[in-house]
């Protein structure tokens, strides 16, 4: 069993910052690929990044992709999304996910993670 708890939350401008944080339980936090994934009011959860086992490769959606950044810190159990230039539409809740499939592909599909977070809440005010 994994647990996955987001932080790092809240308000901010356009134009601005925010990072996000899931902290995994447990000793297989290496073994998983980790994901983020948001979803808004009315729509469906999104991908939005994804990182390798060893923090090698990456994967974004093209609606984040030279603004957003994904890394992972094996040693902390942790994986964080580093969110620059936000927009309105990335209003939404950020959901941290795990997979525990063991191919080497970096899964950008929901169906492909099983262990998601709570979630954490990211308003970007115009």
């Known amino acids: 069993q994994v647990q996955l708890v987001e932080s790092g939350g809240g308000l901010v401008e356009a134009g601005g910052s925010l990072r996000l944080s899931c902290a995994a339980s447990g000793r297989t936090f290496s073994r998983f690929i980790m994901g983020w994934f948001r979803q808004a009011p009315g729509k469906e959860r999104e991908f939005v990044a994804a990182v390798s086992r060893s923090g090698s490769r990456t994967s974004y959606a093209d609606s984040v992709k030279g603004r957003f950044s994904i890394s992972r810190d094996n040693a902390k159990n942790t994986v964080y999304l580093e969110m620059n230039s936000m927009k309105p539409e990335d209003t939404a809740d950020y959901y941290c996910?795990?997979?525990?499939?063991?191919?080497?592909?970096?899964?950008?599909?929901?169906?492909?993670?099983?262990?998601w977070g709570q979630g954490t809440q990211v308003t970007v005010s115009s």
């Open positions: 996910a795990a997979s525990i499939l063991v191919d080497s592909r970096v899964y950008t599909e929901r169906n492909e993670y099983y262990y």
